[in-house]
């Protein structure tokens, strides 16, 4: 294990380094630039035509499908499903601990420029996006790179990278996390990640089984409820220590922007850490950048592109602004992310430190189960999605690819059995090269969007002038 901890690291700290680090944030900066910070001067705009509509369901276009294709509302519900997963949880806690309470400062940054970024990944998917013969979508950054830029190629990069990264970050660890939420919560000492993972097999099979529709209604119930469940007790939490609030900010803003040297090291260190973990993080939670989510949001009956790029914001800020924020504050109160433990069982220790009882804990293991079965539902679409871009939408690959996808997950959930009390040691490497896998495919996108800008912010003035941002 030792051995490919090293490879790994060693692959993991080129993949995320300054280079990578830097065409993240400043695909995020050039795009809000030349959308003119849309997510910050249209934030009104944008959210009364995204969350204001949910309210409106009998008129609300969000609710309309073509009878071909998802609706927009279960488009962003089975994005948001992918993106609000083990990553608010584990992954804010794994921050945080490995880069202290600044990475939260860095997630902030990444989400605010992540906000652009994924609105110009969801305008070009759904512009560029191909329609089949029997009127269903595909879309995605494969799609944009072939017909857009004309780079087969790249666009096979991208859809490899795609459907590796699947196992990974969409699969395995959220697999593993559900295993060791499942036993802590039953409190037994037996190791149940083998019925685990058969179960998990069962439920995702029968969702999957039946395509996008079934995976888009599962997750448009899902999603809401597992929000809004969430928020309500990490909210009653922190507000139950509303007097040390000043101080998680405080560790916050001073952790972010500390140049101490550590242990003889270079100067700056902590900050170049925080940023790291914090940018990391963020992309994984939020995945702007990543190409994953215009997949979902191509497969909706929208026929607007910035109608649905709008959705992006939204679903950057509820993400990472609203659910990871809580997630932070509440490891950061607890003062517990200095210790040994790590991930969603640092989550939830610091939730029964603060509430002073055990049923505090369980209630974040339940959340954390859920958050991970919606991004396993979304995941599994998009690596359909990118296997099939590949084989020209065979059905045989398709049903392979799903056979493969549950095998994994039944591993992923039995891995976890040495991670279930203290040792941490194979979760934080499955984490680790999600890392890996999430930095490669991000690179043939962030290209993409970086070279068609000129297309999305076309789009968006016509939009913002005309009221409709197709042609004539």
């Known amino acids: 294990m030792e051995w490919l901890e090293n490879i790994n690291a060693a692959v993991n700290n080129v993949v995320w380094g300054p280079i990578m680090l830097v065409l993240l944030i400043g695909t995020g900066i050039y795009l809000s630039i030349r959308c003119g910070f849309l997510q910050a001067r249209k934030f009104g705009y944008i959210w009364k035509n995204t969350f204001a ?17 998802v609706t927009p509302f279960q488009a962003v519900s089975t994005a948001l499903g992918s993106t609000i997963g083990v990553g608010n949880v584990a992954g804010v806690a794994g921050a945080i601990a490995a880069g202290g309470p600044g990475a939260v400062f860095w997630m902030w940054i990444s989400a605010f420029f992540g906000m652009c970024t994924k609105y ?129 900010f405080g560790q916050i803003f001073s ?34 950048g990543l190409g994953s989510a215009p997949i979902a949001h191509a497969a909706s009956s929208t026929k607007d592109p910035v109608k649905q790029g709008m959705w992006g914001v939204f679903e950057v800020f509820v993400d990472t602004i609203v659910v990871c924020t809580i997630t932070a504050l509440v490891v950061i109160l607890s003062g517990l992310y200095t210790g040994t433990l790590t991930g969603g069982a640092l989550t939830a220790k610091a939730v029964e430190t603060l509430t002073g009882s055990v049923w505090g804990g369980h209630f974040i293991r339940v959340a954390l189960i859920l958050f991970a ?45 040495t991670s279930i009390l203290e040792d941490t040691s194979g979760l934080s490497l499955m984490w680790s090269i999600a ?38």
């Open 120 to 248: 110009a990944e969801i305008v070009l998917a759904v512009h560029y996006r191909e329609v089949a013969p029997d009127g269903t979508h595909h879309g995605g950054p494969m799609y944009y790179i072939e017909r857009g830029l004309h780079m087969k190629w790249l666009a096979c990069i991208f859809a490899i990278l795609g459907g590796l990264a699947t196992f990974g970050i969409g699969n395995a660890t959220q697999a593993a996390e559900i295993s060791v939420a499942v036993n802590n919560l039953t409190g037994t000492g037996y190791d149940s990640s083998l019925i685990t993972g058969i179960v998990l097999m069962v439920l995702v099979g029968i969702v999957i089984l039946g395509g996008l529709h079934r995976i888009s209604t599962v997750t448009s119930y899902l999603v809401p409820f597992m929000a809004l469940f969430y928020i309500v007790i990490g909210l009653g939490v922190i507000l139950g220590n509303a007097a040390m609030i000043p101080g998680a």
């Open 435 to 472: 890392d890996t896998l999430n930095g490669l495919m991000a690179i043939p996108n962030l290209v993409g969007l970086l070279l068609l800008s000129g297309v999305t912010v076309k789009l968006t003035k016509r939009y913002f002038k005309t009221g409709s941002s197709l042609e004539p």
């Open 373 to 417: 079965l919606s991004t396993i539902l979304g995941w599994e679409y998009y690596g359909e999605t990118c296997w099939g871009y590949l084989t020209k939408n065979s059905k045989a690959v398709q049903y392979i690819f799903k056979a493969v996808f549950l095998i994994v997950l039944g591993i992923g959930a039995i891995s976890s059995s």
């Open 255 to 288: 952790g972010a922007f500390s140049f101490e040297a550590v242990g003889g090291g270079v100067f700056g260190y902590v900050i170049l850490q925080a940023m790291k973990n914090g940018f990391a993080r963020g992309v994984f939670s939020n995945e702007a």
């Open 53 to 69: 509509t949910l309210f409106h369901k009998e008129k609300s276009e969000a609710h309309k499908s073509d009878g071909t294709n």
